[in-house]
């Protein structure tokens, strides 16, 4: 089993970020298995060749050891059809040598069930025939809790004027819905996201409207290809540390980065800081080489893949003009930053990545990263 997951893994380069689909793979695995993801089928993406797509997806998914969880019927109403979709899907995976099992979203003791197949690595096929079967969709989530909800339809994602609409925030989605151009399916869904949250017990859940042909880089990578839809975090600048927790804080960055920052990090002057909240992620900035450098970019292990990162980044990017940073070689998001800086130099065990500097203030702050000292304690091993 450990050979086929690597070989697994090795073809998740495919999507772009090897250490990344890594990392979120053995993020995945450590949650409980029937939260992993929600996926909505669009009656459209199980003809071929959408359908080759996503048996291909599914098959990488259940090496894997993962096991997400089908729902069809939350956009089709004619019960026959999505009995035979459903059947159809089945058997194909079947035939494909996927793990599945079928059932009605009326089972009894659904959810039980749905956690003993996906434990035993069987991916839970769900007929929702109920009549208004949409209505039910809000149930099934708040008892199910998946961590992110899927739904593949053929577009892969909401456009404007041609451009890909990589964010959404569930506040934006009325103002969305009226200047945008989109499909009855698009706005199925959008409709159905405000109605689930409308309904919702737990506000941290991610929405993603995605094709069969991107999946895999929506569920292992932070760049995606699709639509991200969700509540926005609320990010705060502090130009100061001494009015906030330092418990908190330091509990924060040594649950992110495994380790145990030093007690002298936090009472240190800053450039700027950028926090969640509730401590979950943020950005710490120092001044190095006369630059802002950012010392220290994290997300708490249980929020990691709600996209708390890219809300962060955002933030940075519109109150830092030029900066640059530093990570080690087997940072498994040196793909993500290689894609949104403007330069990298190696430097010893570091990689130093910069945005927005001018060419006269690399050299040095080339240095001073690949020479700063480290913030956290030894480790006692």
Same mark, same amino acid.
């Given at each position: ?16 970020? &090897? ?9 995945? =695995? *450590?949650? +409980?298995?029937?939260?992993?993801? @929600? #996926? ?49 899907? &089945? ?9 599945? =099992? *079928?059932? +009605?979203?009326?089972?009894?003791? @659904? #959810? ?52 890909r609409r990589r964010n959404l925030t569930l506040a934006e989605i009325e103002d969305f819905i009226?200047?945008?151009? @989109? ?36 569920l292992f990578t932070t760049k995606g290809s699709g639509t991200l839809i969700r509540r926005g ?149």
């Amino acid at each position: 089993m450990n050979s086929v997951r690597q070989t697994v893994l090795s073809s998740l380069s495919a999507v772009g970020a &090897t250490q990344e689909a890594q990392f979120y793979a053995e993020l995945f =695995a *450590k949650e +409980d298995p029937e939260r992993f993801a @929600l #996926i909505l089928l669009d009656p459209r993406v199980l003809k071929n060749p959408l359908l080759e797509a996503l048996t291909s997806n599914l098959q990488i998914l259940s090496n894997l050891g993962l096991a997400p969880t089908l729902l069809i019927g939350a956009l089709d109403d004619n019960r026959t059809s999505i009995k035979f979709q459903a059947q159809r899907l &089945t058997r194909d995976l079947d035939s494909s040598g996927v793990k599945v =099992a *079928k059932l +009605d979203t009326k089972t009894y003791g @659904l #959810i039980g069930e749905i956690r003993r197949r996906a434990q035993a690595g069987i991916i839970p096929v769900l007929e929702m025939t109920e009549r208004r079967g949409q209505g039910a969709l809000p149930k099934l989530i708040n008892d199910l809790r998946p961590t992110k909800i899927v739904s593949l339809q053929p577009s892969g994602g909401l456009d404007v004027d041609g451009v890909r609409r990589r964010n959404l925030t569930l506040a934006e989605i009325e103002d969305f819905i009226d200047r945008a151009t @989109l499909t009855p399916g698009q706005q199925t869904f959008l409709r159905m996201v405000q109605r689930i949250e409308q309904d919702a017990n737990e506000g941290r859940r991610a929405y993603v409207l995605a094709s069969p042909l991107n999946l895999l880089s929506e569920l292992f990578t932070t760049k995606g290809s699709g639509t991200l839809i969700r509540r926005g975090a609320a990010i705060v600048r502090h130009d100061k540390l001494d009015d906030l927790s330092h418990m908190e804080l330091a509990s924060s960055m040594d649950r992110a980065f495994e380790k145990t920052l030093d007690s002298d990090f936090l009472k240190q002057a800053i450039e700027a800081a950028f926090l969640e909240t509730d401590f979950r992620a943020g950005a710490i900035f120092t001044r190095l080489a006369d630059q802002p450098y950012l010392s220290k970019f994290w997300v708490v292990p249980e929020a990691q893949g709600e996209g708390l990162a890219r809300d962060v980044w955002e933030k940075i990017c519109e109150n830092i003009p030029g900066f640059f940073w530093r990570s080690r070689e087997t940072n498994p998001f040196n793909d993500w930053y290689l894609s949104t800086c403007d330069g990298m130099q190696k430097s010893g065990d570091w990689r130093v990545y910069w945005k927005g500097l001018e060419a006269s203030a690399l050299p040095n702050a080339i240095h001073a990263a690949a020479t700063a000292p480290d913030d956290f304690k030894p480790s006692s091993l």
